[in-house]
Nanobody
Protein backbone atom coordinates (compact mmCIF):
# COMPACT_ATOMS: atom_id res chain seq x y z
CA UNK A 1 0.00 0.00 0.00
CA UNK A 2 1.11 3.59 -0.51
CA UNK A 3 -0.69 6.21 1.54
CA UNK A 4 -0.04 9.70 0.21
CA UNK A 5 -0.41 12.93 2.17
CA UNK A 6 -0.13 16.29 0.42
CA UNK A 7 0.59 19.63 2.04
CA UNK A 8 1.82 23.08 1.14
CA UNK A 9 -1.24 24.52 -0.52
CA UNK A 10 -2.69 27.87 0.40
CA UNK A 11 -3.93 31.23 -0.79
CA UNK A 12 -1.40 33.42 -2.57
CA UNK A 13 -1.26 36.44 -4.84
CA UNK A 14 -0.50 36.15 -8.53
CA UNK A 15 3.21 36.01 -9.15
CA UNK A 16 4.04 34.29 -5.88
CA UNK A 17 5.41 30.80 -5.42
CA UNK A 18 4.42 27.68 -3.53
CA UNK A 19 6.06 24.33 -2.92
CA UNK A 20 3.76 21.40 -2.51
CA UNK A 21 4.87 18.28 -0.68
CA UNK A 22 3.56 14.74 -0.80
CA UNK A 23 4.78 12.30 1.82
CA UNK A 24 4.66 8.71 0.67
CA UNK A 25 4.06 6.20 3.44
CA UNK A 26 4.94 2.88 1.91
CA UNK A 27 5.29 -0.54 3.43
CA UNK A 28 7.25 -2.31 2.25
CA UNK A 29 9.47 0.07 0.29
CA UNK A 30 8.70 -0.33 -3.39
CA UNK A 31 9.54 1.07 -6.74
CA UNK A 32 7.00 3.75 -7.65
CA UNK A 33 6.34 6.25 -10.37
CA UNK A 34 4.77 9.38 -8.89
CA UNK A 35 3.08 12.45 -10.25
CA UNK A 36 1.26 15.68 -9.59
CA UNK A 37 -2.21 16.40 -10.86
CA UNK A 38 -4.70 19.19 -10.40
CA UNK A 39 -8.43 19.54 -10.66
CA UNK A 40 -10.04 22.94 -11.04
CA UNK A 41 -13.71 23.42 -10.25
CA UNK A 42 -15.81 22.15 -13.09
CA UNK A 43 -12.86 20.67 -14.96
CA UNK A 44 -11.33 17.24 -15.32
CA UNK A 45 -8.30 16.21 -13.35
CA UNK A 46 -5.21 16.98 -15.40
CA UNK A 47 -1.68 15.70 -15.21
CA UNK A 48 1.14 18.14 -14.56
CA UNK A 49 4.32 16.14 -14.10
CA UNK A 50 5.64 12.71 -13.22
CA UNK A 51 8.89 11.34 -11.87
CA UNK A 52 9.96 7.73 -11.96
CA UNK A 53 11.94 5.67 -9.49
CA UNK A 54 15.21 6.72 -11.13
CA UNK A 55 14.33 10.41 -11.04
CA UNK A 56 13.46 10.84 -14.70
CA UNK A 57 10.84 13.55 -15.07
CA UNK A 58 8.07 14.03 -17.57
CA UNK A 59 5.93 17.13 -17.95
CA UNK A 60 2.80 17.67 -19.95
CA UNK A 61 3.31 19.93 -22.93
CA UNK A 62 1.60 22.96 -21.39
CA UNK A 63 3.60 22.72 -18.17
CA UNK A 64 6.87 22.17 -19.99
CA UNK A 65 6.33 25.13 -22.30
CA UNK A 66 5.57 27.52 -19.46
CA UNK A 67 8.45 26.28 -17.34
CA UNK A 68 6.91 27.45 -14.06
CA UNK A 69 6.54 24.05 -12.34
CA UNK A 70 9.28 21.67 -11.26
CA UNK A 71 8.77 18.17 -9.89
CA UNK A 72 11.37 16.58 -7.65
CA UNK A 73 11.66 14.04 -4.87
CA UNK A 74 13.73 13.20 -1.84
CA UNK A 75 13.93 9.43 -1.48
CA UNK A 76 15.43 9.66 2.00
CA UNK A 77 12.36 11.57 3.14
CA UNK A 78 9.92 9.62 0.98
CA UNK A 79 8.67 12.98 -0.22
CA UNK A 80 7.59 14.26 -3.60
CA UNK A 81 7.64 17.99 -4.34
CA UNK A 82 6.12 20.39 -6.82
CA UNK A 83 7.74 23.79 -6.98
CA UNK A 84 5.35 26.32 -8.52
CA UNK A 85 6.56 29.77 -9.52
CA UNK A 86 4.88 32.83 -11.00
CA UNK A 87 1.49 31.53 -10.02
CA UNK A 88 -1.55 32.69 -11.94
CA UNK A 89 -5.24 32.77 -11.02
CA UNK A 90 -5.82 29.96 -13.51
CA UNK A 91 -3.57 27.75 -11.37
CA UNK A 92 -6.30 27.74 -8.73
CA UNK A 93 -7.24 24.10 -8.18
CA UNK A 94 -7.02 21.14 -5.86
CA UNK A 95 -3.62 19.56 -6.31
CA UNK A 96 -3.14 15.82 -5.92
CA UNK A 97 -0.19 13.50 -5.90
CA UNK A 98 -0.46 9.97 -7.21
CA UNK A 99 1.69 6.87 -7.14
CA UNK A 100 1.81 3.63 -9.03
CA UNK A 101 4.32 0.78 -9.01
CA UNK A 102 6.79 1.42 -11.79
CA UNK A 103 6.27 -2.01 -13.31
CA UNK A 104 2.86 -0.74 -14.47
CA UNK A 105 4.64 1.37 -17.06
CA UNK A 106 7.32 -1.03 -18.26
CA UNK A 107 7.09 -1.42 -22.02
CA UNK A 108 4.05 0.87 -22.21
CA UNK A 109 3.62 4.04 -24.22
CA UNK A 110 5.05 7.07 -22.42
CA UNK A 111 1.71 8.92 -22.42
CA UNK A 112 0.33 6.38 -19.97
CA UNK A 113 2.22 8.09 -17.15
CA UNK A 114 -0.05 11.10 -17.58
CA UNK A 115 -3.35 9.23 -17.54
CA UNK A 116 -5.56 9.33 -14.45
CA UNK A 117 -6.57 5.70 -14.76
CA UNK A 118 -2.98 4.49 -14.61
CA UNK A 119 -2.59 5.41 -10.94
CA UNK A 120 -4.17 3.50 -8.10
CA UNK A 121 -2.84 5.50 -5.15
CA UNK A 122 -3.96 9.08 -4.59
CA UNK A 123 -3.64 11.63 -1.84
CA UNK A 124 -6.51 13.66 -0.45
CA UNK A 125 -5.35 16.83 -2.20
CA UNK A 126 -4.19 20.26 -1.15
CA UNK A 127 -5.98 23.42 -2.27
CA UNK A 128 -4.13 26.17 -4.09
CA UNK A 129 -5.91 29.49 -4.58
CA UNK A 130 -4.29 32.29 -6.55
CA UNK A 131 -5.84 35.72 -6.52
CA UNK A 132 -5.10 38.52 -8.94
Amino acid sequence: WAQLVESGGGSVQAGESLRLSCVRQVFPTSDYCMGWWREAEGKERESLATIDSKGATSYTDSVRLEGRFTISKDNAKNTLYLEMNSLKPEDTAMYYCAAEPSRRFFGQRSELRHEVGAYIYWGQGTQVTVSS
